[in-house]
């Protein structure tokens, strides 16, 4: 975790986060006095925005995506292979790029909804928040969140894959608008394919939405595991 916290891509891919849920941030829609739990609602207006969906492929893929690419071509890989086995860094690698597409969101969201409870709720009338809002704000930052560690393993897929930075940082983003143009224009009910539809989960996900939970993990193991193969394989090489 600490070696995570360390890259350099970390702290900009974070920022970049934050920026799209401030610039997609409902400012226009503010009227004082403010009802109560009014800053949770417009923070969850601002993850629910086009522009957060957008910087999704971008901020994922930014931390370690290519981590593959630089480690190999540095000769890296050499020598720290002496010093661990295969499967270790496979694992520690695997982990490492989900988490990295994952905490940019969890940063940047955290950091807008402290924000935003910091200058509104003292504008708020007194009341109760609803804890309901409160539950579909967080697990609509959960979604987003974990959509983007989905993503970071992809891109670390087609680094091992093409051992190329412009396929790691590019694919990615490709694969992700591909499925939103396929859905909207050609099949309409492929709503399971639809990256907007995993972080809204409007349509019906069974039982108090639990299929997109199991949808996310199944995803989630799917990726890994495919990323683990492709690297111990390329990992025999060296």
């Keep these: 975790m600490k070696e995570l916290l360390r890259e350099k891509g970390l702290g900009p891919a974070s920022v970049l986060c934050f920026l799209a849920m401030a610039a997609a941030f409902p400012f226009y829609q503010i009227e004082l006095p403010l009802n109560s739990g009014s800053f949770i609602k417009y923070f969850q207006d601002a993850l629910s925005s086009q522009i957060v969906l957008f910087v999704i492929p971008i901020g994922a893929v930014l931390p370690l995506g290519a981590v593959y690419v630089r480690e190999s071509s540095s000769g890296f890989l050499k020598s720290y292979l002496t010093r661990t086995s295969r499967m270790a860094y496979v694992k520690k690698r695997t982990l490492q790029i989900y988490a990295s597409g994952f905490l940019p969101f969890f940063y940047g969201g955290i950091s807008g909804c402290f924000l935003c409870f910091l200058f509104l709720y003292p504008l708020e009338l007194q009341g109760n928040i609803p804890w309901e809002v409160i539950r579909e704000t967080f697990f609509l930052l959960l979604r987003i969140c974990l959509t983007g560690g989905i993503l970071a393993e992809i891109s670390g897929i087609f680094a091992a894959l093409f051992q190329n930075y412009y396929m790691a940082y590019g694919l990615p983003f490709v694969c992700y608008y591909m499925l939103i143009i396929l859905k909207d224009r050609y099949f309409p009910d492929m ?40 690297l111990y394989w390329r990992l025999r090489e060296i």
């Design 191 to 230: 709503y399971a394919m639809y990256p907007a539809e995993w972080i809204f989960c409007k349509e019906n996900w069974g039982r108090e939405g639990m299929g997109i939970w199991l949808f996310f993990l199944a995803f989630s193991m799917m990726v890994l595991l495919l990323h683990s193969l492709l």
